[in-house]
């Protein structure tokens, strides 16, 4: 069973949607059928306004090539109040009245991770539209020998406004230190705005001072808050927001906060694309209520949409003051078998703290994993975090094959102090070999990015040993040096609280983004 450590919260402002499988006809037994899926974001476009650029996301089942690639957007519903366009010039037929049907000449890949981007669409309302028009629009996939799937999305029509966000600040603060940060909104636009939302794309070490309840959390992390009061034009309104790092916040080094305004339509229109997911914006704090200066009581009655979504955002640096330093522990195994056996080397990292490790903003794993298989032994179940050496090059073409000497097997983007993120190898026993010994090596050196500051670097090294003649280092987790009794408790559920919008926020939607491609891994954390 292997366990994706979420390192960021939200797939993208302005995706939202379902994945829906075709129900593909029965397949022989032999060669299972392959499905495809798509979804949509629902949107809400401004009247009188360009309209907003989106794209589906389409996915297959297993990895599959396929031909004739087409999707075909029905907006028959909103009976002429928004047309449809290609973003660029395309294989498209806008023939028929509200259908546009666009296909790619050429064979494409497509898998279960989700490809973005393609058949980009201008989603613009026309003259006849007025605020508080809705409609759906269908969008359905297709390719040669495929059964085709749908997702139907809706598009809501509303007030044009502008929010903005305030500057960026930089702030200092010490492990386990108190700061507070300004929240501002201004309306920078001509109409007045009904409400505003705010997401928050905080690093791991940022947490709450205070737990307010017009605000949701995750944990340790604030996710949104929601102010109903309208902000008149050219209205500037602010709080002071106190946060506090974390005691296993890594120094000397720096953290990073933003966070993105939406209006209350847009907000709604994400959060049904997070629960089609099964993902939630977390519950209301029990503190009271977060508050912006110059409050009215005019609630919001009616859909608005941001006709500048650039302007949006804001955020913190803190520089993290004092020394608090992390030691990456490499684990190695111990194990027994006879020839011709398969038994599973169980290998990978531990953070012995005191600091946790967020490497979510560059969205590089914390280290690299280095495997040597033992001597007398073949890998024969390899999984697709580890790629075969070929000599001091990493061959991901060859990603999850066996067989190979050597392997970089790559563990997450974040590893909490106390943590441990294992991955597990198959050995055959060729020959039984007393004492056959492969090696375990973290932080790996390489022309990459990593973390290069271990406090302790005389366990990043440990022992895959099998059938060992005498007792002693390569059992998991003792090879690397665990045997001075330092080690901190394993959590084991610190990565699933990690919140955040910037590593999946790479595509268009609310702020011009791209949808991004959803990181999974295969580690065991």
């Known amino acids: 069973m292997l366990k994706h450590s979420t390192r960021r919260w939200l797939a993208g402002l302005g995706v939202a949607g379902a994945l829906v499988a075709a129900s593909a006809s029965p397949a022989a037994a032999e060669e299972p059928a392959v499905h495809l899926g798509i979804y949509m974001n629902d949107t809400t476009v401004a009247v009188g306004s360009e309209g907003k650029i989106e794209s589906p996301t389409l996915y297959a089942s297993e990895p599959v090539v396929v031909q004739g690639l087409t999707v075909r957007y029905d907006y028959r519903d909103l009976d002429g109040k928004v047309k449809v366009t290609p973003e660029f010039a395309s294989e498209c037929d806008a023939s028929e009245t509200g259908v546009l049907v666009c296909q790619d000449p050429f064979e494409i890949g497509l898998d279960d991770w989700g490809s973005g981007g393609l058949f980009g669409v201008v989603i613009k309302p026309t003259a006849k539209a007025v605020d508080g028009d809705s409609g759906d629009l269908k969008v359905t996939v297709s390719a040669e020998g495929m059964t085709p799937a749908s997702h139907t ?12 966000g305030g500057p960026e600040v930089s702030l200092t603060a010490s492990p386990g230190g108190g700061f507070t940060a300004p929240l501002v909104l201004s309306n920078v636009g001509e109409t007045a705005a009904k409400g505003a939302v705010v997401v928050f794309d905080h690093d791991y070490a940022i947490q709450p001072g205070k737990h307010y309840s017009n605000c949701t959390y995750e944990g340790d992390q604030l996710r949104t808050c929601r102010f109903t009061d309208e902000v008149a034009s ?7 927001v106190p946060y506090v790092l974390g005691k296993d916040t890594y120094a000397p080094g720096r953290e990073y906060g933003y966070h993105n305004w939406m209006t ?55 520089t993290v003051t004092g020394k608090n330093g992390a030691d990456l522990v490499a684990i190695g195994d111990k194990l027994t078998g006879k020839a011709g056996d398969v038994v599973t080397a169980t290998v990978g990292v531990r953070n012995n703290g005191p600091a946790s490790l967020d490497f979510g903003r560059s969205g590089t794993p914390v280290t690299k994993i280095d495997v040597t298989v033992p001597t007398g032994t073949t890998a024969v179940e390899v999984p697709g975090d580890c790629v075969p050496m070929d000599g001091d090059d990493a061959n991901w073409e060859q990603a999850g094959e066996p067989g190979a000497k050597k392997y970089r097997c790559y563990p997450d983007i974040f590893i909490a102090a106390g943590e441990e993120q294992t991955v597990e190898i198959g050995l055959r026993v060729d020959k039984v070999v007393a ?4 090696t375990v090596v973290i932080n790996a050196k390489c022309e990459c990015e990593g973390f290069t500051e271990d406090t302790n670097p005389a366990n990043d090294s440990a022992k895959i040993l099998v059938n060992a003649t005498t007792t002693g280092s390569g059992d998991g987790g003792q090879g690397g040096g665990n045997g001075d009794g330092g080690s901190l408790p394993i959590t084991g559920s610190s990565t699933g609280l990690i919140a955040g919008i910037g590593a999946l926020l790479l ?3 609310a702020g011009g983004y791209l949808v991004a491609r959803r990181r999974r891994t295969r580690f065991v954390a």
């Open 435 to 438: 004492d056959a010994t492969g």
């Open 264 to 318: 209350p339509s847009e907000f709604d229109d994400f959060v049904g694309y997070l629960g089609d997911q099964g993902v939630t914006i977390g519950k209301p704090g029990t503190d009271g209520p977060l508050v912006l200066a110059k409050k009215s009581t005019m609630k919001a009655s009616s859909f608005q949409a941001d006709v500048d979504p650039s302007n949006n955002w804001s955020g913190m640096e803190i």
């Open 153 to 164: 999305a809706t598009v809501k029509i509303g007030e044009g406004v502008d929010l903005a």
């Open 234 to 240: 050219g209205d500037t309104l602010t709080a002071s």
């Open 507 to 509: 595509v268009a939607g």
